[in-house]
């Protein structure tokens, strides 16, 4: 998330920013408003409340305002810089709690969002990302594609090596994924070993192109235990749909992107498959095989 640049002190120091709604600043930042607006407090509040509650209670409000005209001055110096420091000290206290706090929330949100084991966003993320992206694309007329990705023969790797060495796969596959999208794009994990890759502003032949580098780079790499996958190399599946075009919803954007896969899985593997409305009558598939 990037810092907020407000420069407005109370703004800071309320951690909302009208620019861009970011509540992040950065610790040494807030440290240094809380102090500065806890001096500020102490010198224009504290000392002077102290001065009119001493009078008060001693029932003379006329040596009270006068007492408070003569707190600024060269004599009463010790106390005003007392106050201040007192005020500082505040500030600097409220600061820490609230930087902890936001970390806290921050954290929590987070662990809410990410899938533990891949480091992806969850598939709840997922979801409402999703629907926010297909209502956008729908309401501006933007296309917007979908990949459905599916580890080929995880069920043999995972027999083999056991789930420990399934969990290292999915890690290392989903950090493959992240370091391969976009920065406009987004990846989560769907499920088991499917993933999902969200793109917005990217057409189906854009999508197909990204898909089949995504598909040649996974073979490529080197996996740890590849070599007792068939054809010596682990591999993905990967079936793509998107707006307009392939869908009117989100959900059924999902479905059509999962019966792309599954025309992909079907067809051989470690491929590309792009979903087609007239696969119904068993003609017209596009499909794209990575080698």
């Known amino acids: 998330m990037k810092k907020c640049r407000s420069n407005n002190l109370l703004q800071r120091i309320f951690r909302i920013c009208p620019h861009c709604g970011c509540r992040n600043i950065g610790f040494r930042r807030r440290l240094i408003d809380h102090t500065i ?123 083999k090596h056991g789930h420990p060495a399934g969990d290292e796969l999915l890690r290392r596959l989903g950090t493959l994924l992240r370091d391969m999208i976009r920065g406009s794009d987004f990846a989560a994990r769907y499920g088991g070993e499917e993933f999902a890759i969200v793109m917005p502003e990217t057409d189906a032949e854009m999508a197909c192109e990204i898909a089949q580098r995504i598909c040649v780079l996974v073979s490529d790499h080197p996996f740890r235990h590849r070599e007792t996958q068939p054809g010596g190399r682990v591999t993905v599946s990967i079936g793509m749909a998107g707006l307009p075009g392939d869908a009117q919803e989100m959900e059924q954007l999902i479905q059509s992107a999962d019966q792309a896969l599954y025309k992909a899985k079907t067809k051989g593997k470690n491929q590309v498959c792009k979903f087609n409305s007239e696969w119904s009558t068993g003609t017209n598939v596009i499909a794209f095989k990575c080698v």
């Not at 002077?48 to 110096?77: M, R, T, V």
């Not at 809410?112 to 084991?117: A, G, M, Q």
Request: no cysteine.
């Open 37 to 159: 607006a806890g001096g500020l407090l102490g010198f224009l509040i504290l000392h002077p409340l102290s001065i009119i509650a001493h009078n008060f209670f001693s029932l003379d409000l006329a040596q009270a305002w006068k007492a408070l005209g003569a707190s600024l001055s060269y004599e009463h110096i010790t106390m005003t810089i007392y106050f201040t420091l007192i005020g500082s000290i505040l500030g600097i206290i409220h600061g820490i709690y609230i930087h902890f706090i936001y970390k806290l929330n921050e954290e929590i949100r987070r662990q809410s969002i990410t899938d533990e084991l891949t480091g992806l966003y969850n598939r709840r993320f997922f979801i409402n990302r999703l629907d926010q992206e297909t209502a956008r694309a729908q309401r501006y007329r933007h296309p917007l594609s979908l990949l459905m990705v599916d580890i080929d023969f995880f069920k043999n790797f995972n027999d």
